[in-house]
């Protein structure tokens, strides 16, 4: 089992940054990657950036690249995601993720393993 547990969401303007944090503990693995999602009210869950813990590879959606940048620091066991130039679209719940890399890394069923969430709150 994996436990993962979020923090550093908040409410912030628009233009602002944030960085969230995901501490892992329990089994994790060097053949894990970890993911960022996120989910609207009324929306689906959706992939932001994976981070693998192995080599520090990483992929991001489209919708996110070039303001939000996952990073990994393995000796804390904690994957990070900064967030820059917020916009209130970004509001929603944001998720980590655990689980072995693949392919479809993107996709949430990917993942076995979810932290409780942290909501982000962006304000005009």
């Known amino acids: 089992q994996v436990q993962l547990v979020e923090s550093g969401g908040g409410l912030v303007q628009a233009g602002g940054s944030l960085r969230l944090s995901c501490a892992a503990s329990?089994?994790?693995?060097?053949?894990?990657?970890m993911a960022w999602f996120r989910q609207a009210p009324g929306k689906e869950r959706e992939f932001l950036a994976v981070v693998t813990w192995s080599g520090g590879s990483t992929a991001y959606a489209d919708s996110v690249k070039g303001r939000f940048t996952i990073s990994s620091d393995n000796a804390k066991s904690t994957v990070y995601l900064a967030m820059n130039s917020l916009k209130p679209e970004d509001t929603a719940v944001y998720y980590c993720?655990?689980?072995?890399?693949?392919?479809?890394?993107?996709?949430?069923?990917?993942?076995?393993?979810w932290g409780q969430g942290t909501q982000v709150t962006v304000s005009p």
């Open positions: 993720a655990a689980g072995l890399y693949g392919s479809d890394y993107y996709r949430s069923s990917q993942y076995p393993y």
């Open positions: 329990g089994r994790t693995s060097s053949t894990y990657a």
